[in-house]
């Protein structure tokens, strides 16, 4: 099987400070990638290259065997429009605040060519139920809800088009504790039912635990262990790893 996704070397700085270097590794379709780290680890900094948002130094990300890196910004956007899914920190940077919930997830569909108003409208209000969101809140706007639901409304916005790969970063970060794990929970069923390839950003260890196959754990914008997730969280080898595993423990 190819690699979805071939990540070679990845270097972004910001005049003298390291965002983040030597990064690489391949992704498989179905997989799941964690990366964590502490603040300012250079976790964002990496997803940004990836997804296309930022324009690493050296290196290449591969995906389907077109470097995104050198490929004309129209083919990119293209490929941002249909094979992928950016699911921000902040549901307000990925949703369109003045535009209805079924709005929200309908324009998805419409950018890859949807057209029938009814179809559209069923399949948003489907999504919208797999998101738990009720039915009747179809028409309110993002603005009226709570940012647990804003979060959900996101995930479905992004997913309603069957990407290849989606990008995370901090899914669950800006929400309470409560809310977080009743949205890791859905995260985890959409992931496992839908069969998703995702890269997955966060500096909560639970949210890699339940979600992430692998992990690559960074520090300093460099990657100092990677592995599967269970090997790296039970059996970390870095003192880095050591001590992001052990201050989890004595919370
Ligand atoms: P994380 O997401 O793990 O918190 P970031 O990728 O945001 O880390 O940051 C990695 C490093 O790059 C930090 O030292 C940060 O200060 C720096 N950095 C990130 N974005 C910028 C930027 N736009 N301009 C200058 N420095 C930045
Ligand atoms: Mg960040």
Redesign the pocket.
Known sequence: MQPLLQVKDIRKT?GP????TDVSFDLYPGEVMGIV?E????????LSCLAGHAQPDTGAVIFDGRDTVTMPEPERRMLARTDWAYVHQNPRDGLRMGVSAGGNVGERLMAVGARNYGTIRDTATDWLGRVEINADRIDDRPSQFSGGMQQRLQIARNLVTGPRLVFMDEPTGGLDVSVQARLLDLLRGLVRRMGLSAII?THDLAVVRLLADRLMV?KG?HVVEQGLTDQVLDDPQHAYTQLLVSSVLQV
């Open positions: 910001y400070r390291i965002g983040c780290g603040s300012g680890s250079g976790k964002s900094t990496l950003v960074m914008g």
